[in-house]
């Protein structure tokens, strides 16, 4: 989406225009007619906060952008509101809009914006023909007294963020291999000015990743393992933020084979690399003065002849034995070679993102995410502020000391699943056996990919996680 500032739009509009205002007090300055006002103030009755006046050769949308309750609850109703409007002016064909802002403090708008561009996401690299249809909508010309140019310029960054990572989850496992994405990487790390690694097949073998490889072995294609490091000069911060996504690229389960249904949509289980990749674009892209680093490990998991099996106990990173009782259960795998290799770093905090239990989804749906701690309560606290603020909501799991006693072994050091219960803290609780640092684990499971349109997220991967990253290491530097 193209973005620019234009000047304040004449008493004589020519051109298809969004207003921004509060009040019907509003509405005189805008050079609209007697007829105009008055049906604009009746719709308004009927308790509409969005209104379309049609001058045939272009559009009126009035936005009445005065919305009650929390500011997290107001920043979100504004941006479904930038969301109907671009349906509409797609409807209407419109490809360039101009939107003028005359109430609404900077917040508000940039919300309005945001939801504008993001519902404006799609996905049609794969439709043909008459299938093909693209929304015609590429250009947003601002007035606006509140947003600076460094204010449109960060909004446009990480919209695009938003859009890699989406493209990336929705892109099939036939083009989206590890080496693709570590590629795709090391390309938003050339563009943004961050220092992008990526480790082969045998670097891993020779680092001893252990989990990495074993999920691998059903593979015909290698794994990779890819670091992407933003430290500016400027950093406000010695020791780094590290975020940890899971690349699972392709999940069939392996061995411990998925149903069907419970299949189709496993391209999707590298969201949490998505994320940190997309996240981390945005950091460097705007130059933000903190010191990040994102690893992620990727491959997919598939049950070849040599695939891992229920059974084997596999040798990780850091020389820990695990059982693995189920080869569905990989996600935790290749995530803890990860989280062994953070230590070298010396973090302040690891946040770790992962699509990694079907229990976080059946416990709260597509609405949030779980998240769970280990001696990180302020900087979980921001978090759940920033996921509030851009409303990637965070619901708090426990992680008592109890729930460890179920993912202990009778042959190795432990076993990579707990049985039936608590499935989502099980897992927490296996990472956290490889950590000692801060640590806040994320499961994306439920909002990372929808089966159908809800609001700006789109069907398919909603790049959930990535405003949430930029929000957090934001707040960083504001503080």
Not at 43 to 50: Q, T
Not at 99 to 128: C, H, P, R, W
Not at 163 to 189: C, I, W
């Amino acid at each position: 989406m193209n973005i620019q500032r234009v000047e304040p739009v004449e008493k004589s509009i020519v051109e298809s225009i969004i207003f921004l205002v509060k009040s019907n007090k509003d509405l005189t300055p805008l050079g609209l007619s007697r007829e105009e006002i008055e049906y604009i103030k009746k719709e308004k009755k009927l308790k509409k906060d969005i209104i379309k006046l049609n001058r045939f050769s272009y559009r009126i949308y009035i936005a009445y952008v005065n919305v009650k309750g929390s500011l997290s609850k107001k920043l979100e109703t504004i941006r479904g509101f930038g969301n109907t409007i671009t349906r509409h002016v797609n409807k209407s064909e419109i490809e360039k809009i101009n939107i003028s802002v005359k109430a609404g403090d900077k917040n508000e708008t940039l919300a309005f914006l945001e939801g504008m561009i993001l519902g404006n996401y799609q996905f049609i690299k794969y439709k043909t023909g008459e299938n093909r249809k693209e929304n015609k909508l590429k250009t947003l010309c601002i007035d606006s007294d509140v947003l600076t140019d460094e204010d449109l310029s960060e909004l446009q960054i990480v919209t695009k963020a938003v859009y890699h990572a989406r493209d990336f989850v929705n892109e099939p496992d036939s083009f989206m291999t590890a080496t693709q994405l570590s590629n795709e990487a090391k390309k938003l790390g050339s563009d943004s000015g961050a220092k992008v690694e990526v480790f082969t097949k045998r670097k891993i073998e020779s680092l001893k990743m252990g989990g990495l490889l074993a999920v691998n072995r059903g593979s015909i294609d290698p794994p990779t393992f890819t670091i992407f490091i933003w430290k500016p000069e400027n950093a406000i911060n010695i020791r780094p933020y590290v975020f940890v996504g899971k690349g699972v690229v392709y999940d069939t389960g392996g061995l411990s084979l998925k149903p069907t249904g419970s299949m189709d949509t496993m391209k999707s289980d590298m969201a949490g690399a998505a994320s940190v990749i997309g996240g981390l674009y945005a950091i460097s892209k705007s130059n933000l003065p903190v010191y990040v680093i994102g690893l992620i490990p990727a491959t997919d998991n598939r049950p070849d002849g040599n695939a891992y099996t229920p059974g084997d106990v596999v040798t990780m990173y850091d020389g820990s034995t695990v059982e693995v009782l189920n080869t569905d259960a990989e996600g935790r795998m290749i995530l803890a070679d990860a989280l062994s290799y953070a230590k070298q770093y010396d973090p302040e905090l690891v946040i770790d993102i992962a699509t990694l239990t079907g229990a976080a989804s059946r416990a709260i749906g597509p609405q949030a995410m779980v998240g769970m701690k280990v001696n990180s309560d302020s900087d979980f606290k921001k978090l759940c502020e920033s996921g509030d603020r851009v409303h990637e909501r965070i619901v708090e799991f426990p992680m008592w000391e109890e729930y460890g006693e179920m993912i202990k072994s009778e042959i190795a050091d432990i076993k990579n699943i707990g049985g039936v219960d608590a499935g989502a803290i099980t897992a927490a609780k296996f990472l956290e056996h490889f950590i000692d640092y801060p640590y806040i684990h994320l499961d994306i499971a439920g909002p990372s990919f929808l089966s159908k349109v809800a609001g700006y997220r789109p069907f398919g991967g909603t790049g959930v996680g990535v405003r949430l990253f930029y929000d957090f290491i934001k707040s960083k530097v504001s503080n």
